[in-house]
T-cell receptor, first 116, second 111 residues
C-alpha cells in the first residue's frame, strides 16, 4: 500500500495523559498536513510541513499540541495533558509532486482519539 | 466568518439518477477547489479538483462546475450508485496550501 498511513487507528486515553500519533506520507511527497475532524464537521487545518520545516500553524494548535517531521519523511503529532475536547479524528494528508499549494492532498485513514 | 459551506446537509437520490451537490464559498481570492468523498470511519478521498481559471472539469462520472461570479461550486455525479453513498465535502485553498472545508453533504442512494 503506497498511500498515507496513520498509527494508531484508535486511541483511548484518560484526561491529562499525553498521546502521540504518527503519519507516514506517500513516498517522496514533500508536504505533510495535519487536520482535526469532529463529528459532523469538515476537517480543520492544524499545521503543515514542507520537508522538515513547519511552515504554518493554525490557532487551533494550542501550546499542548506539538508536531514534528524531523527527517522530512514521517511526522508525529503529540498532545500533552489531553482534555475531553481533544476527542476527534486526527487526519494526516500529504502532497507535493511539484511542491506547490495546489498539489492534490491525499488523506490517511485518521487516528480516532477518545479522551475519557 | 469566511467559510466554505453547503446549501443542503443531506441529499437522497434514486440509484441511476444524477446527483448534484452544491457548495458556496465566500472568498474571491480562493484559487483552487477540491471535492472529497468521505465514507464512515475513513479519511477523505479525493474526487476531483478545479482551478479558478477554469469553469468546468470532468472526470469519470463526475463533473465539477465553478461559477466565480456567484462564488458557487457544484459536483455532479452521473448515474449515482449505492457505492456513492458518503459525505461529500468541498474544500478551497487560498494559496497557502491548507484546505478549508465546508460541513459536508450526506448523499444517500436508494436502490
Amino acid at each position: 500500500d503506497t498511500g498515507v498511513s496513520q498509527n494508531p487507528r484508535h486511541k483511548i486515553t484518560k484526561r491529562g495523559q499525553n498521546v502521540t500519533f504518527r503519519c507516514d506520507p506517500i513516498s517522496e511527497h514533500n508536504r505533510l498536513y495535519w487536520y482535526r475532524q469532529t463529528l459532523g464537521q469538515g476537517p480543520e487545518f492544524l499545521t503543515y510541513f514542507q520537508n522538515e520545516a513547519q511552515l504554518e500553524k493554525s490557532r487551533l494548535l494550542s501550546d499542548r499540541f506539538s508536531a514534528e517531521r524531523p527527517k522530512g519523511s514521517f511526522s508525529t503529532l503529540e498532545i500533552q495533558r489531553t482534555e475531553q475536547g481533544d476527542s476527534a479524528m486526527y487526519l494526516c494528508a500529504s502532497s507535493g509532486t511539484s511542491g506547490g499549494p495546489t498539489d492534490t492532498q491525499y488523506f490517511g485513514p485518521g487516528t480516532r482519539l477518545t479522551v475519557l | 466568518g469566511e467559510s466554505v459551506g453547503l446549501h443542503l446537509p443531506t441529499l437522497s437520490v434514486q440509484e441511476g439518477d444524477n446527483s448534484i451537490i452544491n457548495c458556496a464559498y465566500s472568498n474571491s481570492a480562493s484559487d483552487y477547489f477540491i471535492w472529497y468523498k468521505q465514507e464512515s470511519g475513513k479519511g477523505p478521498q479525493f474526487i476531483i479538483d478545479i482551478r479558478s481559471n477554469m469553469d468546468k472539469r470532468q472526470g469519470q462520472r463526475v463533473t465539477v462546475l465553478l461559477n466565480k461570479t456567484v462564488k458557487h461550486l457544484s459536483l455532479q455525479i452521473a448515474a449515482t450508485q449505492p457505492g456513492d453513498s458518503a459525505v461529500y465535502f468541498c474544500a478551497e485553498t487560498r494559496g497557502q496550501g491548507n484546505l478549508i472545508f465546508g460541513k459536508g453533504t450526506k448523499l444517500s442512494v436508494k436502490p
